[in-house]
Nanobody, 113 residues
């Protein structure tokens, strides 16, 4: 079955960096768009970045700071997050859409001094 497993979250100081990973299994990974979303309490999940064969897309709030990439050889999508700000604090989720929408379990990112 489809599985998405995120890792790499943690506590970082403002201005710091983290790299999130999402290991995928159970489907033909290279064929599908992969996305990162984030959610804070009381708010809806918002798109952070997405990657497809045609290219990438980013939320305005993270452009120039975050980079999404994928390694189809190891079925993994990454989110490199630089110049982190307190407002980037959230649970970050990996997502793909095949016949249905699939989400990972999420990984907490906390940006605080």
């Amino acid at each position: 079955q489809v599985q998405l497993v995120e890792s790499g979250g943690g506590l970082v100081q403002p201005g710091g960096s983290l790299r999130l990973s999402c290991a995928a299994s159970g489907f033909a990974f290279s064929r599908y768009v992969m996305s990162w979303y984030r959610q804070t309490p009381g708010k809806e999940r918002e798109l952070v970045a997405a990657i497809a064969s045609a290219g990438t897309t980013y939320a305005d709030s993270v452009k120039g700071r975050f980079t999404i990439s994928r390694d189809n050889a190891v079925n993994t999508v990454y989110l490199q997050m630089n110049s982190l700000k307190p407002e980037d604090t959230a649970v970050y989720y990996c997502r793909t859409i095949i016949s249905s929408v699939y989400w990972g379990q999420g990984t907490q990112v906390t940006v605080s001094s």
